[in-house]
Each structure stands twice: as structure tokens, then as C-alpha cells.
């Protein structure tokens, strides 16, 4: 431990930090594995802007989502609570908002600190109250649940509308040309990617995304009109951190801010810039890493270019773990080569096993925080209680979200006792070493190469010494086990 004293030494007590109310930046990656950065040791890709803020801060080993998939994940992360407490699953492009309008979020905790809030990029949680308008403003969404600004996609990038969602409003929307969305059925006489194959120029659909055709691309649901709204898949990401840049040019000098940033990479349909085309021998889920990597230097140089990188803590992570096929047939998995994307762990994307929810998870804050890697367990829920104690924010009872902050700036190697890990509805436990399993198919969607196998009754595996997670131990420590699923039991009587 003595080499750790002079970080303890080094930092500004918790009052003094309040006082300073840094900039929070939160980054957020769709489907980037635990062993997609080189920062965990993989040879196979380089993503020097994210390496950056693991080689300088705290590179947390053991830190997860609090669910295996997109739209839970993000609600855990944004409210602190469990996601399988409001049973959140995967939602269509045209669902309505799953948070509560008067329902507490890490923006309103930041808001109510005095920051200024913003919430670009993927947003997957719903806007609207159904049986969505999109010709007109839409509410509630983002602006209405803590944030000032807001850009977002509604969904994903591989469902319809295919246009972003400035504070409420189409972007570039021509009234004259109204936009229409189903996910029941289609429009009379709309071409589909069934009906018409020649429409996908640039990639065509394994299973799921056969619906409407956009940009080359079929999606998931229908649509038709709003041609002049329609997002460029090849300018996505320069038109996302363009606005992120422009997020940070418009800040108040007197008033700091909190900016929610999601990546669309490397998220399906994987299209990235000409200019990242062929940067990797993974095909284009590797290059579009390269991009995502791209767009945390872009925003990493507007940052330094304002002078602001010491007073701002930039977080990285991803809302789930990795997958190769998830419906296109863009070849990752012909091409994945040597590479590792779940880091040694069983499972990924849609999976309960660990690399599932253990992902990417960095806190960089320049000249305050010493690089440090620690194996502290820590979940994405945490993060509104850690910097509400930063801030001095009192929190409503009955969140799931601990505070963790000296985790997270590197004061101790020290989290969570246990949590709870969520996968398509099903629950397993967490401990600083071990998972507790129900009896378990796995994921037949998650085509990663490890996920295929069963766990036919309740197991408990020691992940420092089994990254598979192939021998269940549960009659070596049948009391560690008793302890863990009365643990789980607590929390889903809560």
C-alpha cells in the first residue's frame, strides 16, 4: 500500500472539490466489450484517446452496467435504481419515456447543483407519451427529466425514424413531407427490404431487420417521409461530437456542466466514416471502434483547446458488453480474427455470464486524479450518489445507487459488497470475486464464440480464478452461496 499514500495525500478533500463543482463529462459506448480497448492489454486494436483516460486516471477493472443491454442499462445509469425494478427491456423506436417525469435522475441532482445539463448522442429510453407526433415537439423526453439541452437519437441506430431529436424537435424536418412510424405494420405501398432487396446497397440483414430501408441500410419498424430530416450512418459521429463541441463553446464561464454523451459506436448497423473504413482487420465493427476512439480525442482536444480539462472529470464506459452478429451480415464474425472483444470473460451482450455487464469503466480527471488501476466493484448506478456527495446533493430514499466517490478517484481499491446483474429479465448476484447463477441457457443471440454451453442449476463461480466461469464451486462454499442468493432475495423484496 505505500506506494498508494501519496495519491491520498495528493487529492483535495471532498469539501474543497464541491467548492471547485467541476465539469462532469460522461461518455457512453454501445456494445464496446471489456476487451475492445487496448487499455486492457488487447493487441489486436489501438484506441489511444480512450488508453488516455485509463493510463491517467483509474482504470477500474470491475466495473459494470447494471444491466446486459441497452435500454436497462441507461435507465440504471441515469436513476440510480435497478433496472429490473420497473422491468425495463428493449424498447421500439416509438416508445414513450420510461422515466418519470417527476422521477429523480443524476441531471436533475446536477441541475439542482447548479450546473447546466445536456444529453447528446444515443438516448434509448423512450420520448413522448405514445402514439408519437413527429411532426411537432415532442414531450416528455430528455429536457423534461433534468437536462437543458438535449440532441439525441430516439432509439437505436438500426431502428426507425432515422432522425434526431433536438430539444424536443426533428432536426431539418420539412413540414410539406411529414414523418410516419409503425412497428405493427407497414405503409400502403412502402418498399421494404423483403419486397425489395435491391434497395440495400451497403448491407444486407441476417434476421430482425427487414423492415424499411434507409441510406442502403434496412432497419427494425416502418417508416415513410421526413426525407430531409434523415441522418447520414457515414456522418454520424462528426455531427454528434460536432454538437458536443458546440455544447462545451456555449457554456457559461461562471457556471460549470454536466454532459451526457452517448456513442453510437459500435452498435449495429456498423457504418462508419470513409475515413475509419479499413483501419483494422475486424471489418467494421473494428472500425468503428477506431471511430469511437476518434470521437473521445475530438472532444478530449476541444476540452484542452478551452482550458478546461482540469476542471472537468471525464468518465468512459459502455452500456453493455460486446456483440459480433446482431443482425446484418457485415462479416465480424468471418473477421474478428484474434481479437478478444470480451476480454477473457464468458458471454457479452444479452448474457448473464460476466462480460455481460462488465465493461469499459475509466475516470480521468487531470491533475487531481494519480493513474491507478483497481479492482474496486463498482456499477454505473453509482455515479449519482458518488457525485451527489461530491456536490453535497441529498438523494430521495430507496435508490439502488451507493456512493462509491473514493473509488472513483482512486482513493481506495475498495466498492461494492455485492449487487445485483440483470440480463433480459434474468438475475444473478455479484460479489468483489464471485456470481451466483441461476440455472441458465445463455443467450442464443450473443454468437461470440463462448457463450454456448448451459448452467443447469443455481452456481456460484470464483471469477479471479475462472474468467469462464466453467467450474461451479457452489459445493465447495455452499455457505458464501446461502449468504449471496439471501442477498438476492433482500433486494428483489425491496
Known sequence: MKPFLPLLASLSPLATM????????????????????????????????????????????NGHAASATSTPSRYGLLTGMYPWRKKTNILPGDAPLIIGEEQFTIGRMFQHAGYRTGAIGKWHLGIGRGMIDWNHTIKPGPNEIGFDYSCILPATVDRVPCVYVENGNVVGLDPNDPIEVSYQKNFDGQPTAITNPELMTKVTWSHGHNNTVINGIPRIGFMRGGRSALWSDENMASYLVGKVKEF???????????????????????IPHPQFVGKT??????????????????????????????????????????????????????LVGNHDMNGGYRGGKYSLFEAGTRVPFFVYWQGHIRPI?????????????SFADMLGQSLPDGLDSENHLKAFLGKTRKGRKGMVVEAVGRLAYRTQDYALLPAYKGSKRNITGNEMGIVDTLSLFNLKDDHMQQENIIGKKPKLARKMQ?????????
Open 486 to 494: 439471501e442477498e438476492l432475495e433482500r433486494e428483489r423484496k425491496k
Open 373 to 385: 488501476v483497481s479492482d474496486a466493484l463498482v456499477a454505473q448506478q453509482d455515479l449519482l450518489a
Open 248 to 270: 462545451i463553446d456555449h457554456q457559461p464561464t461562471d457556471q460549470p456542466f454536466f454532459l451526457y454523451y452517448g456513442l453510437h459506436e459500435p452498435h449495429v448497423p456498423r
Open 18 to 61: 464541491a467548492q471547485q463543482r467541476p465539469n462532469v463529462l460522461l461518455i457512453i459506448a454501445d456494445d464496446l466489450g471489456y476487451g475492445d480497448v487496448s487499455a486492457y492489454g488487447s493487441q489486436t486494436i489501438s484506441t489511444p484517446n480512450i488508453d488516455r483516460l485509463a493510463h491517467g486516471g483509474v482504470c477500474l477493472t
Open 281 to 334: 482487420t475486424m471489418g467494421p465493427r473494428g472500425d468503428a471502434i477506431v471511430e469511437a476512439d476518434w470521437c473521445v480525442g475530438e472532444v478530449m482536444q476541444k476540452l484542452e483547446e478551452k482550458g478546461l480539462l482540469e476542471n472537468t472529470i471525464v468518465i468512459f464506459t459502455s452500456d453493455n458488453g460486446p456483440v459480433l452478429d446482431d443482425g446484418y451480415n457485415d462479416q465480424a464474425v468471418e
